[in-house]
């Protein structure tokens, strides 16, 4: 029996999720229909908290006019969000939306994930 990926579940083939994403090592489909678009990330726990740190791909349709916020918009975005602002991990937010990467390329994407993730895992090391 095949398994048909959450996103496609979710938001159909027609976004059209590159291969290079949605079958990355180490990286779970977060897709849910209430979100905008496909997500696929991981939760980094802290303090006990499996939940303290969020990094998650979204994956916008390829075509412009179907997505959320209209053309313009990128395909591709790494977004990272912690609910206590006292753990937040400096140097993972890239720009002032509290995006870690937007853009069009998704192993561009998938590399600013690749390298957020790393910096989040030594900083949690770190704090011990």
């Known amino acids: 029996m095949v398994t048909v990926p959450d996103w496609i579940n979710e938001f159909g083939e027609e976004y059209a999720v590159p291969e290079i994403i949605w ?26 908290d499996e939940y303290a740190h969020d990094l998650r791909i979204w994956v916008e349709h390829p075509d412009g006019s179907g997505r959320e916020f209209g053309p313009a918009w990128d395909r591709f975005v790494v977004t990272y969000r912690t609910d206590r602002l006292e753990d937040e991990i400096p140097g ?18 998938l590399a600013a994930f690749m390298d957020a993730l790393g910096l989040i895992y030594r900083e949690v090391k770190r704090r011990g």
């Not at 939306?97 to 561009?108: I, K, R, S």
């Open 23 to 48: 079958q990355a090592e180490g990286i779970t489909d977060h897709s849910w229909h209430n979100d905008i678009s496909p997500s696929f990330g991981r939760f980094i726990p802290e303090h006990g």
């Open 92 to 109: 993972v937010i890239r720009s002032p939306d509290d995006l870690v990467y937007t853009g069009n390329d998704p192993a561009a994407a």
